[in-house]
């Protein structure tokens, strides 16, 4: 699961989870969308869609919720993420 905030990006595994745990900055996140949304596969993934509608969900909360009002980081990532969503393909596995 995501955990956003202003400051950085960290991303919480499960103790049996090899992916990394250090924390992301907006461009990092920004960045790794992008090489995710490039790849056929990612994009007919429900790992990926789950992830990106995830993490648009906290950041319309943070909005929501002022904690990031006005946030370039935070419109940055919303902007990658609608157009990583919009590039979906139907979904074959998860």
Do not use: F, W
């Amino acid at each position: 699961m995501l955990i956003l905030n202003k400051k950085n990006i960290a991303h919480n595994t499960t103790p049996n989870s090899s992916s990394n745990t250090s924390p992301k900055t907006a461009l990092q996140l920004q960045t790794q969308i992008q090489t995710a949304i490039d790849t056929v596969k990612c994009r007919k993934c429900g790992c990926m869609k789950e992830t990106l509608l995830t993490i648009q969900g906290q950041l319309m909360d943070a909005s929501v919720s002022g904690k990031s009002e006005g946030n370039h980081d935070t419109t940055m990532i919303l902007r990658e993420v609608d157009q990583a969503l919009g590039l979906m393909a139907p979904i074959e596995y998860t």
